[in-house]
């Protein structure tokens, strides 16, 4: 197997903001696996948050070219390998999870949702406003409605979320997912989580910061929306952790390593009776793909990370209003635009 990458750089339409940072562009990886004439794609997308980087993930790369041995049908053991020896840059394990995915669909001239042995992916995502000032939101929030999006996600935990959250329910009653981002502390979040219920979430992300999690169980008992870990969970282990503490967990390709390591997160929460959401930063169709094509599997998607683009590189994934679909496409179903 030949395992090669280059980095890419993509643009977010508008300037996309969270309780913690902002991005005015995002620098990927796109892996390339060749073995037999065929060849596999996947994206890394490395987050800060996670201790990952571009260069970090690269350098993982150097090494996992050494572990990947010469099926690349044997995904499992393959990733487990990776997960041994970088189990700290996930972002780069999940761009090769994706490329062996993908490069096995592309062999098999099957799509990998197919492989895996699951529904056609068909699934409504939610479209997400990041924190901007008011006039811009309004902006945004029309964009979005105009666009067809019938379900919202917005980022809370900053000084205007009331006002920003009553422009939004002014113009839209669907769905409405809030994403804290670690902004409250467990003494104060009662009390703004309270303060929400008005605008009807349909759940609560990440109110504390990821070692408050204990400090979750007793924001469920609120009973205004369900509370899911996002930054506190990253690993099928976290899951079993948090069991009893969230409602649910959202899984991330960059946290968790891949297709291999979420279908084990999403089994593992399934019977513990946990929901599940499927998430993701910006980045293209490449990166989304992996992620769609298990969201049969889950609750909720929050999969627009290439819907955020100016300038998304690939092409494949459809999209009706607020659904995205895959296709028969063989492998992830993704290629590049030209
Ligand atoms: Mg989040």
Not at 230 to 235: V, Y
Not at 321 to 337: C, E, M
Request: proline share 5%; net charge negative.
């Amino acid at each position: 197997m030949k395992l090669t990458w280059n980095r890419m750089t993509v643009h977010p339409r508008h300037r996309f903001t969270t309780a913690h940072w902002g991005v005015d562009e995002t620098e990927v990886v796109i892996v390339r696996l060749e073995h037999d004439g065929v060849v596999g794609l996947g994206e890394i997308v490395p987050s800060d948050l996670y201790g990952q980087s571009v260069a970090a993930s690269e350098a993982a790369l150097e090494s996992m070219s050494t572990l990947l041995g010469d099926d690349p049908f044997a995904i499992d053991p393959i990733v487990q390998r990776l997960i041994e020896h970088h189990d700290d840059q996930r972002a780069a394990i999940s761009g090769v999870d994706a490329a062996l995915y993908d490069w096995v669909g592309r062999r098999l001239e099957v799509p990998v949702w197919k492989l895996l042995g699951l529904a056609r992916p068909r699934k409504q995502t939610t479209f997400t406003i990041g924190i901007a000032d008011l006039s811009e939101i309004r902006v945004k929030v029309d964009e979005a409605l105009a666009a067809g999006f019938d379900a919202l996600k917005v980022k809370v935990g900053i000084e205007h979320d009331h006002e920003t959250l009553s422009i939004i329910r002014d113009a839209f009653d669907g769905p409405l997912l809030l994403d804290a981002n670690e902004a409250w502390e467990p003494d104060e979040a009662p009390e703004k989580i309270q303060a929400l219920a008005r605008y009807r979430p349909t759940m609560i992300e990440q109110p504390l910061k990821k070692e408050d999690w204990r400090h979750l169980a007793a924001l469920r008992s609120l009973g205004v929306a369900p509370i899911f870990a996002d930054e506190a969970c990253e690993r099928p282990a976290d899951v079993a952790r948090l069991h009893g503490y969230v409602d649910g967990v959202n899984i991330k390709f960059t946290k968790c390593g891949g297709i291999r390591e979420a279908l084990r997160m999403i089994s593992t929460a399934r019977t513990l009776g946990m929901q599940v959401m499927l998430g993701c930063f910006v980045s293209s169709s490449l990166a989304i793909a992996p992620p769609l094509s298990v969201a049969s599997l889950v609750d909720l998607a929050d999969l627009d990370g290439h819907l955020l683009l100016a300038d998304d590189p690939f092409t494949g994934i459809e999209r009706e209003g607020g659904i995205i679909s895959l296709g028969d496409t063989p492998g992830l179903g993704v290629a590049p635009r030209d």
